[in-house]
């Protein structure tokens, strides 16, 4: 750390024997950052949505950017790494409280699949009140990768994903995803999902995803 300065939390930044480039052992946590780390996830959520549809005046975008400046200097002192970070080992929250992914709600798991609720945020915008076609990709790879983890009770990479938009993805509305492994061929996981609003199918897709080799990046 450059500035000499030591955070808690730099203590568990420790090396993980692992198989490949996800690692297996991930561990899991409903603790670290503390039990307002979800509140902490929904304001960066809320400061992206709000950042989205803000025009500051010249005045206030000095402001914020000091303040914001602050804020990235705090954040900077306690970097980690991946594999440690709340952000994406956090089970108890929104999308594992990873910050990137469109926030989701795992709501079941069974052999039909996995189902969750998911929600598009102001700052997820596309063009007219709908979600970027990206971010609806995005959501399918974290889900669609669930369900290839679900099925071989391991990691994979996606090699492929495709979408096929079918309707308006809206914004700021809870969407029913399902992903489901449709085939597993040796390390061949095919994947499918689909979010749908109510009744109306948003979007489908259909994925493949491969199993990692003992020690595979
Ligand atoms: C409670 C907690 C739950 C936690 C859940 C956590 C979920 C987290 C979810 C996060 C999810 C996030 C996920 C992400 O974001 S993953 C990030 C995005 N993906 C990547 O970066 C992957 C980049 N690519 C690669 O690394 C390699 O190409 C891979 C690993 C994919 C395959 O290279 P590898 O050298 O290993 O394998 P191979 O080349 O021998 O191929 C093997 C077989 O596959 C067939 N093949 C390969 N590619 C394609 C293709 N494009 N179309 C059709 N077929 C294809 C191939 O013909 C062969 O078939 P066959 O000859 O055997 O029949």
């Not at 949505?49 to 025009?55: G, K, L, P, S, T």
């Not at 007219?128 to 990691?155: E, R």
């Not at 079918?166 to 029913?176: F, H």
Request: charge should be negative.
């Amino acid at each position: 750390m450059s500035d000499g300065a030591v955070s808690p939390d730099t203590s568990t930044e420790i090396e993980d024997p692992h198989e490949g480039g996800f690692r297996a052992h991930t561990a899991i946590t409903t603790e670290r950052g503390g039990p307002r780390y979800g509140e902490f996830s929904e304001q960066v959520r809320t400061l992206m949505d709000r950042a989205r549809y803000a025009c500051p005046t010249p005045e206030l975008t000095d402001e914020l950017i000091d303040q914001l400046a602050a804020i990235n200097d705090k954040l900077a002192a306690v970097r980690i790494d991946e594999w440690h970070s709340p952000a994406g080992t956090r089970i108890d929250l929104p999308a594992r409280g990873n910050i990137t992914l469109p926030p989701f709600e795992v709501t079941d798991v069974n052999d039909d699949g996995v189902f969750a609720t998911v929600t598009f945020r102001d700052f997820h915008l596309g063009g007219n009140k709908a979600a970027h076609g990206g971010q609806v990709a995005v959501a399918f790879d974290d889900l669609g990768g669930y369900a290839s983890a679900v099925a071989i009770q391991g990691v994979s990479r996606t090699a492929y994903l495709t979408v096929q938009y079918r309707s308006i993805t809206p914004l700021n509305t809870p969407l029913q995803c399902r992903t489901w492994a449709e085939k597993v061929d040796g390390r061949k996981v095919f994947i499918k999902g689909t979010i749908h609003d109510g009744d109306r199918l948003c979007a489908e897709m259909d994925a493949l995803f491969i199993k990692l080799n003992p020690g595979q990046q």
